[in-house]
């Protein structure tokens, strides 16, 4: 079995007083919060237990999901939010899997999950990474792939590489990835590297990130007000 890990700690600020008032991941999104959505999903897929890292506001979400749920399918840990990366290793200790699953708490993806995961077992000990090659997508073409799946560059790093000359293919993080704790023991929880600066640009390096092409489907940071007003309703509720 594999476990999962929701990151929906951070405090929405590009939402402004939105944000601020609650968590982005408790939006209303086709009746529902989208958190409850998105839970729903990844135990309807097989996942278990569900973690979610939670620090803004989380007393609504603890509130919300009070007793709904078991308490083995569905942890809550409260992290000190200091960046993804950081919320990432609070959370470790909370799965008892090697493997599991990463989703940002913003982002909505259309994605064949079994598919994903049988693509792990595949990925010979490395992370696998779901891309998007959606021209709207925030950062459309940052991550480069080669012609057997391995990425070898992502401009997201820090400091920002040079784009590659040699690649197969390049696509858009959908915030949607497989990592194992093995793949992430140099790090320590207190620490705060950036997951998407920081830590997989170093399994990069080491030639230890896949990608899953996760083609053109339907994919959108809810992160700004734009993009919020851009959610596809009936897409989400046809998740569940």
Known sequence: MTGAIVLAAG???????????MPKTMLPVAGRPYLEH?????????LRPVVVAVHHHEDMIREHFNGELSRAD????????????SDLLECLGSVPTDVFMVWNGDTIVELDV??????????????VIVLTQRLDAPNNGAWYVDAGRSV???LEAVPKPAAPVDFAWRGSSTGVLLLSKSLLSAYQPGQAPD??????????????????????????????????????????????
Do not use: M
Request: hydrophobic letters at 40%; proline letters at 4%; a positive charge.
């Open 195 to 240: 997951l998407y600066s920081s830590i997989l640009p170093v399994l990069i390096a080491r030639r230890k990130l896949k990608a899953y092409d996760n083609g053109r489907r339907y994919f959108i940071d809810f992160g700004t007000p734009q993009n919020l007003a851009r959610i596809d309703h009936k897409q989400v509720a046809s998740w569940v």
């Open 38 to 46: 998105l839970v729903c999903r990844l135990l309807g897929a097989g």
């Open 11 to 21: 405090p929405g600020t590009r939402l402004g007083d939105l944000g601020a008032r």
């Open 74 to 85: 569905l942890l809550f840990v409260h992290t000190n939010q200091r960046g993804t990366g």
């Open 114 to 127: 079994p598919d994903l995961l049988s693509h792990g077992e595949r990925a010979e000990g490395s992370a």
């Open 152 to 154: 070898v560059a992502s």
